[in-house]
Each structure stands twice: as structure tokens, then as C-alpha cells.
């Protein structure tokens, strides 16, 4: 009977072997997968502070119109002959502040807007860019009056629904 017991010792030994092989794999599995969850995390982490760091996008408010009524109608500055303007013009914000502070201050506004209009020549206006100078510069009138009531100054703009020139 000595020939059974030395293959039972045999296939032992054959299976021992496996299992001395399995530690070392699954040990370096182990410190893969660690290494990889680890690195997820820290990636993670990271794009949360940024994301937190980052500031809120501020919510734009709708847009206001005012309407400056009745509409504009004002002699033109050329000296050759007699022309004149008539505008139907709007004042945009988004403020609320500023937009107490517009209607309060309407007239003056308007007065501004009118000495301004009154300045203007025919062939100014004939072009988009003349137009456009004339919007920017309604605006900063506006603008500045209402600085210098110590009101919230944030008008967009001064938008023109019609301009005619005769």
C-alpha cells in the first residue's frame, strides 16, 4: 500500500501550488483596484471644490420697457431747411430699483432725451450708425441723470420703435 499514499501526497502537493500562486494575484488586484478607487475619489472631490469655488451664475430678470409717451417730436438742428424728428422711444432695465427711479424721474428724462433730439442733424440720421450714436448717447443722458439724483443708473438701453425724419 505504500504506491496509494504517495499519490495521495501528489495531488496535494499539485494543489497547493495553485493556491500559493491565487494570494499574490488577488493581493495585487486588491492594491490596483484600491489605487483606482482612490483615484476616483480624489478626482471627485476636486471637481466638487471647483464646482464649489466657481460663483452662481446670477439669474438675469426679464427685461422692462417704459414707454416715453406721447411721442417725440422735435425740430431738426440743420440750418438749410426746416426738418424735423418724431420718435416713439423705450427705456430697458432689468432692475427693479432702477426702474422705480426711471418712472420718478420720467419727465426730466424726457426733457433731456428732447434737448438731445433737438441737436441732431437730418444727415446724422439717414444712416444705422447715426441711429445707433443717437441710442448711446439717449442712453448716457439718461444714465446720467439719473446719477446725478443719486438713483440706480442701470438702463440698458434706449431703444427707438419708430424714427421718422422729414
Given amino acids: 500500500m505504500p504506491a496509494p499514499a504517495a499519490t495521495q501526497t501528489a495531488p496535494a502537493a499539485a494543489v497547493a501550488k495553485p493556491k500559493r500562486r491565487l494570494w499574490p494575484l488577488l493581493l495585487i488586484a486588491v492594491v490596483v483596484l484600491g489605487g483606482a478607487g482612490g483615484g476616483w475619489w480624489w478626482w471627485q472631490s476636486k471637481q466638487q471644490a471647483e464646482a464649489a469655488a466657481k460663483p452662481a451664475t446670477p439669474v438675469r430678470l426679464p427685461a422692462q420697457y417704459i414707454a416715453m409717451e406721447p411721442s417725440f417730436v422735435v425740430n431738426l438742428a440743420d440750418t438749410d431747411a426746416v426738418r424735423y424728428l418724431q420718435a416713439d422711444v ?46 448711446q448717447a439717449a442712453r448716457d443722458e439718461v444714465r446720467a441723470l439719473l446719477k446725478a439724483e443719486g438713483a440706480p443708473d442701470k438702463v440698458e438701453a434706449v431703444i427707438f420703435t419708430s424714427l421718422v425724419t422729414q
Fill in 90 to 135: 423705450q427705456l430697458v432695465t432689468r432692475d427693479p430699483a432702477t426702474l422705480a427711479a426711471l418712472e420718478s424721474h420720467l419727465p426730466s428724462a424726457r426733457n433731456r432725451l428732447l434737448l438731445l433730439f433737438g441737436q441732431q442733424k437730418a444727415g446724422q440720421l439717414t444712416q444705422r450708425t447715426g441711429k445707433e450714436r443717437l441710442q
